[in-house]
C-alpha cells in the first residue's frame, strides 16, 4: 500500500464513461475532490471519442480501448461490432492488470461496459453513476457488475437494486458557480440593459432549435439579449453583427461567466445540463429530443422537471414560433417562482455523497 508523506492513504481510481458530454462532464466534476482524498486517477475511453480532449486537458493518464455499440433494434452492426466489445474487454483486462485501480467509477455509454466487466473479473470494486431518470443500455447491462448504483432523479429508484442503489444527484463542476455576470456580457457584446436569455442545444446543436430562436429573433430582441449556443459548423454568416444577438459554434471555459449573465436558458434536456441549471437556479425553458431522435430519456428528464416545478417543457415535434416566444415570456415573468422551486429542491452534494461511496468500496481501503 503507497503512502503519502501525510500519511494518508493514496488509492488509485479509474474512470470511464464517453460518448456524450452528459457521459463525461460529471467525472471532470469529480476530479478536484478526488485529488484531494489521495487518489491517482486514470480514465479509459474511447479512441475518438469526445472525452479524449477533456481528459488529456487536465493531464489525466488517458488509456483507450476498442468500444462497440450495443442496439436495441436488429442491425448487422450488433454482430459486427460484438467482436469490437470482446477486444475492448481483453484491452480492459489488460489495463486492470497494469493500472490495478483500487475502484472503478463508470458513468456509463458503451465504452464502459468493458471497463465494468474487466474490473469485476479482477474483483476490483465497480461504482455505476446514472444520469437519466430512466438507465440507459450501457448501464443496464452493467448493474450487475457494481457494488453500488448512484442514480440523479428520485424516480430512478424503482428501476435499480434496492440494495444497491443511492440517490446522489449529478455532480456539477464547481468553476459554473465562479462566473462572472459583467465578463459574460463583455464576451457576448452586449452594450445596453436587456435581460439575456442563452440557447443551449447539446453539444453537436440541434437544427430544429436553432431554426425556431432564428424565426423568433425579431420579436425577441425587441425585449432580450441572446446568446446562443448553436453547435460546431451551425453559425449563420447572415446572422453575425446582428445587434442583440451573439452566436458561439462551441463553448468552454467561457461557460460559466455565460450562465452568469443570463436570467432564462433555452435547453436540451440531458440530465448534465438540467442539474447544472437546477443548481445555478436559472429558469429554464427544455425543448427535449423526440423520440424519433432518441430513445426518450430526455422527455422523461424533462417531464420530471416540470413537474417538481423545475422547468417549462415545450416539445420539438410540436412547437411553433409563437408558442415559442409566449414560452419565453411567461417563463421569464414568473421567473421568481421557478427560482423558488428550484432552491427548495437543489442537490449541490452530489460530489462528496460520491466520493464518500468510492471511500467506502475502494481496494485498498478493505480489511
Known sequence: MKKKETNKVQKT????????????????????????????????????????????????????????????????KNFTDIFRIMKGYTDALSLMRKIKPDIVFSKGGFVSCPVVWAAWTKRIPVVIHESDMTP???????VPFAKKVCYSFPETKKYLPENRSVY?????????FNGSAETGIKICGFNDNKPVIMIIGGSQGSASI????????KELLAKFNICHICGEGNIDDKLIGLKGYKQFGYIDKELPHLFAACSLV?????????????????????????????????ILNAESFRKQGFSMVLREER???????????????????????????????AIYEIIRILNEYSKSLQP
Not at 168 to 176: A, F, N, V, Y
Not at 319 to 336: L, T
Open 13 to 76: 481510481i479509474v474512470l470511464t464513461g464517453g460518448g456524450t458530454m452528459g457521459h463525461v462532464t460529471p467525472n471532470l466534476a469529480l476530479v478536484p475532490e478526488l485529488k484531494k482524498n489521495n487518489y491517482d486517477i486514470y480514465y479509459i475511453g474511447s479512441k475518438n471519442g469526445i472525452e479524449k480532449d477533456k481528459i488529456e486537458a487536465l493531464n489525466i493518464p488517458y488509456y483507450s480501448i476498442s468500444a462497440g455499440k450495443l442496439r436495441r433494434y436488429i442491425d448487422f
Open 210 to 217: 436553432n431554426k425556431i430562436v432564428r424565426s423568433s429573433l
Open 168 to 176: 446522489t444527484g449529478i455532480p456539477i463542476r464547481q468553476e459554473l
Open 136 to 142: 440507459g443500455l450501457a448501464n443496464k447491462i452493467s
Open 319 to 349: 412547437i411553433d414560433k409563437k408558442d415559442f416566444i409566449d414560452a419565453v415570456n411567461k417563463v421569464y415573468n414568473e421567473k421568481d417562482t421557478y427560482i423558488a422551486n428550484m432552491s427548495t429542491k437543489s442537490k449541490s452534494s
Open 266 to 298: 433555452v435547453s436540451r434536456a440531458g440530465a448534465t445540463t438540467l442539474f447544472e441549471l437546477l443548481e445555478l437556479k436559472k429558469p429554464n425553458i427544455l425543448i427535449p429530443l423526440s423520440t424519433g431522435a432518441s430513445r426518450g430519456d430526455q
